[in-house]
């Protein structure tokens, strides 16, 4: 097991962990939570051996192996799939020492090697790589690839796999579902759900957590607790602490009201119904859980639109691609003011594609994309944070957006982003992606947009900031397309789906577990066919078997054939011979002439004769066994 004892650690002077005591057994799913800068990383850190606790005991197994995904990716020529295989290093060591046995012509130490390396599953590691891959969405020609080739979020997944392809009895997991789409979330899921070691991990993705932790270990005011069961067990715990707090309960007010108020309005729409049942189960979780979040740094709204144009924005048979090469076709989709809109569909569908659209970064091919008057587009993409100023502070990023305000209500505005004091006036060029995601939320919203446009918003965001994104879109009064991998997000805010597949982009009619389910539909069906062409493939190359050995068949047939044919010719005219010869030699008067030399010519010719048709009949036999052989 892995445990702590009176465990104390620190980053310099600062304390981060004071006194932890704790076991985690074999099979522990855990979830390490807080808020940033507690010290979740550095306890990761000190697991790897990066960093020293202050005092106490840390134990582990001496032959415990532990996973981890890399920070950093270096620019390799070697193909993805041995870049995966990399990660189980026994596996690389017993292919090493294989090759070095066969070089000696060490008969015995290849014998205790490929034993070893049948039991490590050695056989089956290249499809167990190409399964890792496939679930993080690396098609069949990625694979063998180089590393090298691969994009920033791309080599995170690599790394991601790699990790995953150790036999490890320890997995650490620093935000896994980050530069993941939905699809791939859940396929990790499923995995993560399988996986028979111990699981520390680091993520803001409650929904990931429910399903795949048993423990959460919570740091908080330097004390590292752990409870148990998944992050809304952790929440309902921790909200018992909390609930005699006034402000709790003026704060789940406000919150509960703004659900309340959807439902009252939509729950008797037929087109509404399914998303008022939602609202509804969101309402009943937060009475339990919003307890939690009484204390979030974070406290703001969206500032109400100057406009409201009816529709926002329509595509009228729209195609739109790259390139004149169309990704989606024939798109119809208008968008009105309140609506909620959030896209599914798996990785490269075109989801991103379409948020370019209605962002007018991307111009259609064909049809028409019409904007209503006084239209104001908030569009955010993790490229946003890029356009961030890094020698300029939150403050002045907000003076530049808008020199009419007052620099305290600036100030008053940052700090419910959680900016506060000198963090609003240090340049944004030191922050971590998380704050720097919260400075361009701040300042789209700060904008007043009537229509949102929201790509993978909740990447490097913590579940604060994430409950806090909830709360403020839940009241948001302009239209929003939303993009995320956050499950609880997609459920909380979006009132109806599109599915973005096979080229076009349609109404999906359903929730977040309905799209699950389409996945592993997708999913079997595309089994199916790759079991049918497999077994179309095999097929043919059964039959080419087949004909070709047909062929060989016949071709060591025919010299048979031909000699047993040639006998059986010879033998009929030595039959014959004999026949005429027995005639003669039955004739009394042959015997009674005087010149016996024509009986003696005909005596031996005759008992040639017999031994000849003996010995073909013999050969004849034989070839007649041999083509019985080959005809089996």
């Not at 932890?20 to 990383?41: I, M, R």
């Not at 390396?117 to 969405?137: E, V």
């Amino acid at each position: 097991m892995l445990q702590f004892k009176n465990l104390t650690l620190a980053r310099g002077v600062k304390v981060l962990v004071r006194g932890a005591s704790f076991q985690l057994h074999p099979g522990h799913k855990v979830g390490l939570t807080g808020a940033n800068g507690a010290g979740k990383s550095s306890l990761f850190a000190m697991l790897l051996g990066e960093l020293q606790h202050e005092s106490g005991e840390l134990e582990m197994p001496p032959d415990w192996v532990m996973a981890h995904v890399a920070q950093e990716t270096p620019a390799l020529a070697d193909a993805a799939i041995e870049f995966v295989l990399d990660g189980d290093r026994e596996l690389r060591s017993v292919e090493q020492a294989l090759q070095e046995a066969e070089r000696n012509h060490d008969g015995e130490r290849l014998g205790e090697l490929h034993a070893r390396f049948g039991d490590i599953g050695g056989y089956t590691a290249r499809s167990r790589a190409a399964a890792l891959l496939h679930g993080l969405c690396f098609s069949d020609a990625d694979m063998l690839r180089p590393v090298s080739d691969f994009s920033g979020g791309w080599r995170v997944r690599l790394n991601l796999a790699r990790a995953l392809m150790c036999r490890s009895d320890l997995l650490l997991l620093d935000e896994p579902t980050n530069h993941l789409d939905l699809d791939a979330v859940i396929w990790l899921e499923n995995w993560l759900k399988d996986y028979r070691g111990t699981l520390l991990m680091i993520s803001h993705d409650r929904d990931f957590l429910d399903a795949v932790v048993n423990h959460i270990a919570h740091i908080e005011q330097q004390q590292l607790t752990l409870y148990r069961g998944g992050y809304s067990d952790f929440e309902r715990q921790r909200a018992e602490k909390l609930a005699q707090q006034q402000s709790l309960y003026e704060r789940q007010q406000r919150e509960m009201a703004h659900l309340h108020s959807y439902i009252d309005r939509f729950r008797a729409k037929a087109t509404k119904a399914r998303q008022a049942q939602s609202r509804i189960k969101a309402l009943e979780r937060m009475e339990l859980i919003s307890a939690a979040h009484v204390d979030s740094p974070f406290n703001f709204t969206f500032r109400k639109p100057q406009a409201a144009p009816d529709p926002l924005l329509v595509l009228d048979d729209v195609d739109t691609g790259y390139l004149d090469q169309a990704v989606l076709k024939q798109i119809k989709l208008t968008i009105r003011p309140g609506e909620r809109i959030g896209l599914l569909g798996r990785n490269g569908a075109g989801k991103s594609t379409l948020i370019k659209l209605l962002a007018s970064e991307l111009r259609p091919l064909s049809g028409k994309r019409i904007e209503g008057k006084d239209l104001a587009i908030g569009y955010f993409a993790q490229h946003q944070l890029e356009q961030l100023r890094p020698d300029e502070s939150p403050l002045q990023h907000m003076l530049r957006l808008d020199p009419q305000t007052r620099e305290q209500e600036h100030r008053n505005y940052l700090g419910g982003f959680d900016f506060r004091g000198d963090m609003a006036t240090t340049p944004c060029g030191g922050f971590s992606g998380g704050e720097k995601s919260r400075l361009a939320l701040a300042l789209l919203i700060w904008q007043q947009p009537n229509l949102l446009l929201l790509d993978e918003p909740t990447n490097h965001l913590d579940l604060e900031m994430r409950h806090a994104l909830t709360m403020a879109l839940q009241d948001y009064e302009g239209g929003m397309v939303l993009v995320s991998h956050d499950r609880a997000l997609l459920r909380a805010t979006c009132d109806r789906f599109i599915l973005v597949a096979d080229g076009k982009a349609e109404v999906f009619d359903g929730d977040i577990d309905d799209y699950r389910d389409w996945l592993a539909s997708q999913e079997s069906a595309q089994k199916q066919a790759e079991k049918v062409v497999e077994e179309k493939s095999a097929n043919r190359n059964d039959r080419a078997h087949n004909k070709a050995e047909r062929q060989a068949r016949l071709a060591e047939r025919r010299p048979l054939i031909k000699e047993s044919e040639k006998l059986e010719a010879d033998m009929a005219l030595w039959q014959k011979e004999k026949s005429q010869i027995d005639e003669r030699l039955s004739d009394p008067v042959l015997y009674a002439a005087a010149d016996k030399t024509g009986l003696q010519s005909l005596l031996k010719r005759q008992g040639e004769l017999t031994q000849t048709i003996a010995q073909a009949e013999e050969r004849w036999l034989e070839l007649q066994e041999q083509l019985e052989v080959i005809s089996t």
